[in-house]
């Protein structure tokens, strides 16, 4: 069953099935983890390391615990030494294919300090991974973390590059893989439905195993969500949650105690009568 959530009204399943949003503005607070400020930045504090230079925007955040060791794992898009796949005049922005936003950095000690983790670099037949990250944790193992970013695929990439917006040459999404809590990403796994453009970006894990992914189909107005049955196999698409209703907003997908799936979403009239 999907439980939906719009602007204006709520539905609530009975018998004590409880979900509960939270939408954070600038800070929060788990577990210990600090405020954010000045101090507190998802790069290491040391001024004169390269990525502390770049803009890191648009972040989403996971726990893990691998080797002994309770890590805070933080996505973000990332600006980081871009110079070489991203061009920028006076005028207008360039995107060269390599180009990547997939970046991540985690904290072994509750968010006191951060070590850059690096990015994904897009793999064979893909130009550019290019942000809006989701992240998750695995339910049954707690030491393996999914991230996911959009993704152009080589087949839409002009040759020249892409100059201005990437609307239109996005064709799918990138999922990445840890075993080690976070500290190291490596790709899992491809999707895109016709190289459709994905917009927005959610992850959740089931305490059964199972890691579900979902985006905004733009070209058909749907949220398409993805499904894995477990933490190491592939992801398939599932059945259109909303069938007959269009579309519009970043999804943003969650796992109820009773393990009833729910997506959080603007309601859009399809005709006169809704």
Same mark, same amino acid.
């Given at each position: 069953m999907y439980l939906l959530k719009s602007m204006h009204e709520c539905s609530y399943a009975s018998r004590g099935i409880w979900l509960v949003?939270?939408?954070v503005g600038c800070c929060l607070s788990l577990g210990g983890l600090g405020a954010c400020t000045s101090k507190r930045s998802v790069t290491p504090e040391n001024p004169e390391a390269a990525e502390a230079k770049f803009d890191q925007s648009e972040t989403a955040?996971? $726990?893990? %615990? #691998?080797?002994?060791?309770?890590?805070?794992?933080v996505a973000y898009n990332d600006g980081?030494?871009?110079?070489?796949?991203?061009?920028?005049?006076?005028?207008?922005?360039?995107?060269l294919p390599g180009a990547s936003m997939m970046g991540w950095s985690y904290s072994l000690d509750k968010g006191q300090s951060w070590k850059y983790g690096g990015k994904v670099l897009p793999p064979k037949d893909w130009a550019a991974l290019w942000g809006d990250p989701?992240?998750?944790?695995?339910? $049954?193992? %707690? #030491?393996?973390?999914?991230?996911?970013?959009?993704?152009?695929?080589?087949?839409?990439?002009?040759?020249n590059g892409i100059s201005?917006?990437?609307?239109?040459f996005l064709g799918g999404a990138c999922i990445a893989r840890s075993t080690?809590?976070?500290?190291?990403?490596?790709?899992?796994?491809?999707?895109s439905n016709q190289s459709h453009f994905y917009d927005g970006g959610s992850?959740?894990?089931s305490k059964k195993g199972e890691i579900f992914a979902a985006f905004v189909d733009v070209d058909t107005n749907q949220i398409d969500v993805w499904r894995a049955p477990n933490d190491s196999a592939q992801f398939a698409p599932m059945p259109n949650p909303f069938p007959d209703m269009k579309m519009f907003s970043h999804?943003?997908?969650?796992?109820?105690?009773?393990?009833?799936?729910?997506?959080?979403r603007h309601k859009v009239p399809i005709g006169p009568s809704t």
């Open positions: 949003f939270v939408l955040l996971t $726990t893990a %615990y #691998s080797n002994a060791q309770h890590i805070v794992v980081t030494d871009t110079s070489s796949t991203v061009k920028y005049t006076s005028q207008t922005r360039t995107v989701a992240i998750t944790t695995s339910g $049954t193992h %707690y #030491s393996i973390v999914f991230m996911s970013n959009l993704a152009i695929p080589s087949s839409k990439m002009p040759q201005g917006p990437v609307n239109d080690d809590g976070g500290k190291h990403f490596q790709v899992h796994q491809m999707l992850m959740a894990a999804p943003r997908i969650r796992i109820s105690p009773t393990m009833m799936r729910s997506m959080s």
